[in-house]
């Protein structure tokens, strides 16, 4: 609960925040960009379509991570979104302090038709962007850009979710 004192709102927990949020179920991405002759890429699940008219879509992203730098630099990047059988892949582009060089040698990845960069093979779908706008928010910046490719395999695997910390799949 968080309850008005004297001078104002009392601050919430940043790790009750984290625990609670981590009960909102999420799909999981992989984001990937390409700068200073590397392959970017990081596991996400903060992403939101933000408009039909222009096609945005919005990824949210610390400013500390490798990724933030690389993207503001490149100004395109990649979504694949994950289905269940990708658990392995989420799992190493989480890691804290993994090698840039070689990070994508053991995710099957192909490149992207409108902007080349890395996409991951298998995906439930997967968007090339353009970034249209990088904006503070926090310890994080929201990205957004303009989808410029899609890939949309007719096939519809069983979803790599997260919720509590934790991966499993959605039929």
């Known amino acids: 609960m968080n309850v008005d004192g004297p001078n104002g709102?009392?601050?919430?927990?940043?790790?009750?925040y984290r625990r609670a949020i981590g009960r909102f179920a999420t799909g999981v991405t992989v984001a990937t960009t390409f700068?200073?002759?590397h392959d970017h890429a990081m596991t996400a699940n903060s992403i939101t379509s933000v408009s039909l008219d222009p096609?945005?879509?919005l990824i949210s992203v610390?400013?500390?991570?490798?990724?933030?730098?690389?993207?503001?630099?490149?100004?395109?990047?990649?979504i694949s979104i994950l289905g269940h059988h990708a658990k392995a892949a989420a799992?190493?582009?989480?890691t804290p302090g993994r090698p840039l060089h070689g990070q994508l040698d053991r995710?099957?990845?192909?490149r992207g038709a409108a902007t080349g960069v890395a996409l991951v093979d298998?995906?439930?779908?997967?968007?090339?962007?353009?970034?249209?706008?990088?904006?503070?928010?926090?310890d994080h910046s929201l990205v957004v850009g303009e989808v410029v490719g899609l890939e949309v395999p007719p096939r519809?695997?069983?979803?790599?979710?997260?919720?509590?910390?934790?991966?499993?799949?959605?039929?």
Request: with cysteine.
């Open 9 to 16: 709102p009392t601050p919430v927990d940043p790790q009750v």
């Open 107 to 110: 995710v099957a990845h192909h």
């Open 156 to 171: 519809v695997d069983p979803a790599l979710v997260h919720f509590r910390g934790r991966y499993g799949h959605l039929d």
């Open 62 to 78: 610390e400013r500390a991570a490798r990724w933030h730098d690389a993207v503001s630099e490149s100004g395109v990047w990649g």
């Open 55 to 57: 096609v945005l879509l």
């Open 122 to 138: 298998g995906a439930l779908a997967a968007f090339e962007c353009r970034t249209t706008g990088i904006h503070a928010a926090g």
């Open 91 to 94: 799992s190493w582009l989480s």
């Open 35 to 37: 700068a200073g002759q």
